[in-house]
C-alpha cells in the first residue's frame, strides 16, 4: 500500500513499483477516473488485475481493457435518480441547468443527465463546464437564473457544490430542484452548510440504510456501524465500495483455486452477487451493470432515500424551501 | 447585466488584497513569494479557529491574523530570506517554495484535509438594488481590501518607513548610503506583505471553503494581477484586481466560464507584449508607489 497523495504521476510511478518491484498481481486502484485511467494502462500491460473502486468514468472501460473491473456503476447514470424523480413529480420542473467543474469523471455524470433529462422530456436550458478550482460562480448562476432554469444539477466536488449553494443563496436564485452528486453526500457537505443544505437532493451509490446484505459483511448498517467502530467516522460509499472490491477479489481467488490473474479474471467475470453494497455483475467491459445509483434528498440535516420507489424513506420535498 | 458587472467588481476588490502583498514583495526585494499562499491559508485558518473555539466574528479576527502573521513573516523574512536575498530571484524562489510546502503540509498535518468553512449568521444575507442582489459579506469585503489598499498606499508616501521601503525598491544601494537599513527594510516588507495576505486570507474564509491548499488557487491570481498592475505597484494591484474579477465575470456570460482561465492568461501575455512594466508600473524595476 502506498500513499499517491492524488498525484497522477505519482500514482503511475508508484503503480510500476508495485509491479515490477514488489510483484503484486492484483492492485485495488487509486481514488478517481483521472487517476485510475493512467494506472490502469500500467496494469493492463503487465497483466496485473485492478479493482477500481472509485473510478466509474465511461472512458476507462471503453478502451477494451481485459485486467480492469470496476465496482461502482458507470458515473453517466449519477444524476438519473434525481431526474427520474423530478419527472414522475405532477408539476414537474420545465428548464433544467447542468453544470460541471473540468473533470473527468464529473464530466461523465453531467453528459450522462444531459442525455437522461432530455429522454425524460426534461429541456436542457443552460450546460457549462467550469474550472476546478474556480473561486466564483456568482456570474454563473445569475447566466442561470437568466436563462429560465427551475432546476440546477451539478457534478462538482465538496469545494465547489457549497461555493455553489452559498452563492445561490447569496444571488437569492431558488430553483425547485437542486441536485448534486458526489458533494452532496459527503457530511461534510451538511454540517458546513447547516440549514442552507436543506431540500438539496443527490444521486447516491451505497448508503447504510439501505436493505441489501451479504454472508460476509452482514447487512450495510452492521458494516457501516462496525466501521465507524474501528475508524470512528460514518463510512461513505467510498469505503463500502473499497471494502466490496477487496472482499469479490477474495472470492474470485477462492473460486479460482489460485492467484493465476486468467483464471481470477475468468472468476471475477462470472461473479454474480448480491452484497451489503448491492448487486454485483460485470460486463465484458469490467463495469458493474447489476447496480445504479439511488436518489435521496437533505431533510433536517439527514439525507432520506427516496428513489426507487421500493426503498423509500420518506416524502420528496417539492419545490425546495426557499432560502 | 449590471449583476454580473456587480459580481466582477466585487471578486476583484477581494483579488486585489490577495495581490497587493504579493506584489509588494516582488516590487521591493525583487522575490516572487510562493509562500504567500501559505500566509492566506494561515490567515484564514486563524479566523476559522477564532470564530470556531471563540464564536470571535470573522471581520473582528483580521486585527488578529494579521499580527500573528506579521509575526512570522518578519522571522521569516530576518532569519532566512535575509541570508538568501542578495543571491537573486531564483535562489528566493526555491526557498520560498520550501517554506510554502513545510507550511502547507504542516497545516496538513495539523488540521487534516478537511474542508472547512465559517457561516455567520447575516452570511447570505444581500442588499437588493435595482434587480442586483449586493450580498453583505462580499460588499464588506470588497469596501476593506480597497481600505487596506488606500491605507496601505498613504503608509507608504507619508510615513518615514514607507519612504525608506519605496528607496530600498528604487536603488538598494543608494538607499544604504543615506543611512536606510536595508536588511531591516527587507524584512518589515516581507511581514507587512505576510499581514497582508492574513487580511485576504481572514476574508477569503468567509466567502470560500478552507483547507489547507486554499492559498494556491489565489496565488495564480495574484501573480497575474501582479503582472498586469505593474510590479510593487499599489493602485495596480487594486486595478488589476478589479480588471481580473471583471475579465473573469464577463467571460462567463459571453464566451463560457470554461475560458475564464484562458481569458486571464491572455490579459498577462498580452500585457507583457504591449506594456511590460505593467498598467501603472514604472519603466525601471520595481517602483513603489
Known amino acids: 500500500m502506498y500513499d499517491d497523495r492524488s498525484d ?17 498481481r492484483f492492485i485495488f486502484g487509486p481514488y478517481s477516473s483521472g487517476i485510475t485511467n493512467a494506472t490502469s494502462a500500467i496494469g493492463e500491460r503487465y497483466r496485473v ?20 473491473f470496476g465496482t461502482l456503476p458507470l458515473a453517466t447514470t449519477y444524476l438519473h435518480p434525481v431526474l427520474e424523480m423530478a419527472a414522475a413529480l405532477p408539476e414537474p420542473p420545465e428548464k433544467v441547468a447542468i453544470i460541471t467543474p473540468e473533470n473527468l469523471f464529473a464530466i461523465a455524470a453531467a453528459e450522462g443527465a444531459r442525455q437522461k433529462a432530455e429522454e425524460l422530456g426534461l429541456k ?39 461555493l455553489i449553494v452559498r452563492q445561490a443563496k447569496e444571488l437569492r436564485y431558488n430553483p425547485k430542484i437542486m441536485g448534486f452528486t458526489v458533494a452532496a453526500s459527503i457530511p461534510d457537505f451538511r454540517t458546513n452548510l447547516g440549514r442552507d443544505a436543506e431540500g438539496i437532493m443527490g444521486g447516491e451509490w451505497w448508503a447504510p440504510s439501505m436493505a441489501w446484505e451479504d454472508d460476509f459483511f452482514g447487512s450495510a448498517s452492521q ?13 461513505t460509499y ?24 486468467e483464471a481470477v479474471r475468468r472468476e471475477l467475470l462470472a461473479l454474480d452477487e448480491v452484497t451489503m453494497f448491492g448487486p454485483i455483475r460485470f460486463s465484458d467491459k469490467g463495469v458493474n451493470e447489476a447496480s445504479s445509483a439511488a436518489g435521496f434528498q437533505i431533510q433536517d440535516g439527514q439525507i432520506v432515500l427516496l428513489w426507487p420507489e421500493d426503498i423509500s424513506e420518506g416524502s420528496l420535498v417539492y419545490p425546495k424551501p426557499g432560502w | 447585466m449590471s449583476q454580473i458587472l456587480v459580481n466582477g467588481l466585487l471578486t476583484g476588490g477581494l483579488y486585489a488584497l490577495v495581490a497587493v502583498g504579493f506584489s509588494l514583495v516582488w516590487g521591493v526585494m525583487n522575490v516572487v513569494n510562493i509562500a504567500h499562499a501559505s500566509y492566506i491559508m494561515l490567515g484564514a485558518y486563524i479566523t476559522y479557529w477564532l470564530f470556531h473555539l471563540y464564536g470571535l466574528d470573522p ?83 470588497f469596501v476593506l481590501a480597497v481600505l487596506f489598499v488606500a491605507l496601505f498606499s498613504l503608509f507608504l508616501s507619508r510615513t518615514r518607513m514607507g519612504n525608506a521601503i519605496k528607496a530600498t525598491a528604487l ?8 543611512g536606510v537599513r536595508i536588511q531591516r527594510v527587507y524584512a518589515l516588507t516581507y511581514a507587512i506583505g505576510a499581514a497582508l495576505a492574513a487580511a485576504a486570507g481572514s476574508m477569503v474564509s468567509v466567502v470560500y471553503t478552507i483547507h ?10 495574484a501573480f497575474v494581477i501582479t503582472v498586469l498592475g505593474g510590479l510593487g505597484s499599489i493602485p495596480g494591484a487594486l486595478l488589476g484586481g478589479v480588471i481580473l474579477g471583471l475579465a473573469e465575470s464577463l467571460a462567463t456570460v459571453t464566451v463560457g466560464i470554461g475560458w475564464s482561465e484562458a481569458i486571464s492568461f491572455t490579459l498577462l501575455v498580452a500585457i507583457l507584449i504591449v506594456r511590460p512594466q505593467g498598467l501603472l508600473g514604472k519603466r525601471f524595476f520595481g517602483g513603489v508607489g
Open chain 1, 8 to 24: 497522477p504521476q505519482t500514482s503511475v510511478r508508484l503503480t510500476t513499483r508495485l509491479i515490477t518491484e514488489d510483484g503484486v
Open chain 1, 49 to 68: 488485475i485492478t479493482i477500481a473502486t472509485t473510478a466509474n468514468a465511461p472512458d476507462l472501460y471503453e478502451r477494451g481493457y481485459r485486467y480492469l
Open chain 1, 124 to 162: 436542457v436550458v443552460y450546460f457549462a463546464r467550469y474550472p476546478q478550482d474556480t473561486t466564483d460562480v456568482s456570474s454563473l448562476l445569475s447566466a442561470i437564473r437568466d436563462a429560465g432554469a427551475d432546476m440546477l444539477l451539478s457534478t462538482g466536488f465538496l469545494q465547489d457544490g457549497m
Open chain 1, 223 to 235: 458494516y457501516a456501524e462496525e466501521f465507524e467502530q474501528r475508524f470512528g467516522y460514518v463510512p
Open chain 1, 238 to 261: 467510498h469505503a463500502a465500495s473499497s471494502s466490496i472490491g477487496g472482499y469479490l477479489l477474495q472470492l474470485a481467488i477462492e473460486r479460482a483455486g489460485t492467484l493465476d490473474t
Open chain 2, 59 to 141: 471581520f473582528l479576527s483580521i486585527p488578529v491574523s494579521m499580527a500573528a502573521l506579521f509575526l512570522l513573516g518578519y522571522a521569516v523574512g530576518s532569519l532566512v530570506l535575509n541570508r538568501v536575498v542578495r543571491f537573486g530571484l531564483v535562489m528566493t524562489l526555491v526557498l520560498t517554495f520550501g517554506i510554502d510546502m513545510i507550511l502547507q503540509n504542516g497545516a496538513l498535518l495539523l488540521w487534516s484535509a478537511d474542508y472547512r468553512s465559517i457561516t455567520p449568521a447575516y452570511a447570505g444575507q444581500g442588499l437588493a438594488a435595482g434587480g442586483v442582489m449586493i450580498p453583505y459579506v462580499r460588499l464588506a469585503v
Open chain 2, 171 to 178: 536603488n538598494p544601494f543608494a538607499a544604504e548610503l543615506n
Open chain 2, 212 to 221: 489547507p491548499q486554499v492559498g494556491n488557487v489565489f496565488l495564480t491570481r
